[in-house]
């Protein structure tokens, strides 16, 4: 739905805002879901993100953007964050930060790569390594509202170990016959692994994923590299380029 804004309806300005840390949720060996009380959080979509500002002891500091991982129906919000070795901010938030530390953040920010159960068709999500957290809000939107439309999830990562949300995501394709869940494992693979091995390419796009005629609405979120690909291999397939929406990250000092 489109809203035209007029004069008597202001831009809403995103404040910063105390974020408590209640829960650290360990989700792979380099990865932690930081689980926040914010308290004039007026709610978001699934799919947008927030900034995170971290403020040093000599007034030193660091802002990076992460998307938002829980889904609106929860009261608290929760962030995933994947360490970057050489990172400024992923580090202290992956391997330092406890429960009860505090922050500042802003948002919601973003209003393009959002997806609702208001949303007619199937939905279609590709995600690379820590790009599945804005994809995992829509997965647990569409949970807590009961919707049993089609739904598919091709997953890449590295290796079993680097699936984050493993045991919830399997838990969800257990129980809902509407939903897959296929992961494409790139470097490591079980010695009985019996699903894609590789990254994910056209064969696997065309094999698992819907029709175009199906109209399904898709998301592809990872490194810019992965994100680039997987929009040309859909686009060879007949998926039109203005049903696939994409969000990226690159090298950035995380």
């Known amino acids: 739905m489109k809203v035209t804004r007029t004069a008597d309806q202001p831009v809403r300005r995103l404040e910063w805002q105390l974020a408590q840390v209640r829960e650290v949720v360990v989700e792979t060996y380099r990865v932690k879901s930081l689980v926040l009380h914010v308290s004039n959080w007026q709610g978001h979509l699934p799919g947008q993100h927030v900034d995170l500002r971290l403020t040093a002891e000599d007034g030193y500091q660091a802002q990076r953007s992460y998307s938002i991982a829980s889904p609106p129906e929860d009261d608290l919000l929760a962030l995933t964050v994947e360490r970057v ?3 400024e901010v992923s580090p202290y938030l992956v391997e330092d930060v406890r429960a009860g530390d505090q922050f500042e953040l802003r948002g919601p920010i973003g209003r393009y790569f959002v997806w609702t159960v208001a949303t ?3 939905l279609w999500l590709v995600a690379g390594g820590s790009g599945i957290a804005p994809l995992m809000a829509m997965l647990r939107h569409r949970v807590r509202r009961k919707l049993r439309a089609p739904a598919l999830l091709l997953y890449s990562s590295r290796s079993l170990d680097d699936v984050i949300y493993r045991d919830e995501l399997d838990m969800m394709a257990r129980g809902d016959p509407e939903l897959r869940v296929v992961n494409a494992l790139t470097r490591n ?14 064969a696997l796009l065309a094999g698992a994923g819907f029709p175009p005629k199906q109209d399904p609405k898709i998301y592809v979120c990872g490194p810019t590299s992965f994100v680039e690909d997987i929009s040309g291999f859909l686009v060879e397939l007949g998926h039109d380029h203005l049903t696939i929406k994409t969000e990226r990250f690159g090298p950035s000092g995380a």
């Not at 693979?189 to 994910?200: V, Y």
Request: aromatic share 4%; charged share 30%; glycine share 24%.
């Open 85 to 87: 070795d050489d990172g």
């Open 189 to 202: 693979q079980p010695e009985k692994w019996t699903g894609h091995r590789g990254r994910i390419n056209g």
């Open 120 to 122: 007619q068709g199937p």
